[in-house]
């Protein structure tokens, strides 16, 4: 039987381990005999096995995104030139619908920030009424979005509205918005 003190000192170590893995990983291994000692010792030994696993998969999940985005390579340069050729192509994408109350439809919230960018890049400042309501009644949740996001960029100069609305244009997750990606 571990004396007081020696079971002190593995509980100690297990707080002082805090979010290093090799201390706590070190602590855990230093306090294995407390799993034969009921009460909050053992659970505190319990807690930072959990802790320990939770670390891991953070720090799995981080070298996965680090290894996507070298994948991806250096990001390219977008060019104002580019607007004119691909604006007029996002409305035709196969865009997923999300169904509202009373039937009503609308689409992921990247279409509506690329449909704001659009009209600043065109257009320039929203200066229309907010819509409310539907031709056929009810509320107007598509025209209500779209009013919505282009009123968030006001103030946005015409040319950083179209570079911003090439990049997302290229750079947004198909998969979620999208049926089939046809960019």
Request: hydrophobic fraction near 35%; charge should be neutral; proline fraction near 4%.
């Amino acid at each position: 039987m571990p004396s007081a003190q020696d079971v002190q000192g593995a509980v100690k170590r297990l707080e002082e381990a805090g979010d290093d893995v090799s201390k706590l990983l070190q602590a855990i291994e230093h306090a294995s005999f407390l799993d034969e000692i009921p009460g909050d010792q053992r659970q505190k030994l319990r807690a930072a096995r959990t802790k320990l696993k939770k670390l891991r998969i953070e720090a799995r999940a981080e070298e996965e995104k680090a290894k996507a985005r070298e994948s991806m390579g250096p990001q390219r340069e977008y060019k104002l030139s580019e607007f004119e050729e691909v604006e007029p192509k996002y409305m035709d994408l196969k865009w997923r619908m999300i169904s509202m109350p009373g039937g009503a439809f609308k689409r992921p919230p990247v279409f509506y920030e690329l449909y704001a960018l659009s009209q600043q890049g065109k257009v320039g400042d929203n200066d229309t009424e907010q819509p409310m309501w539907a031709e056929k009644g009810g509320i107007d949740f598509e025209g209500r979005e779209r009013w919505d996001a282009w009123n968030k960029v006001k103030g946005m100069d015409k040319d950083e509205a179209k570079l911003k609305f090439v990049r997302i244009y290229y750079e947004f997750e198909s998969k979620g918005n999208l049926y089939s990606d046809t960019r």
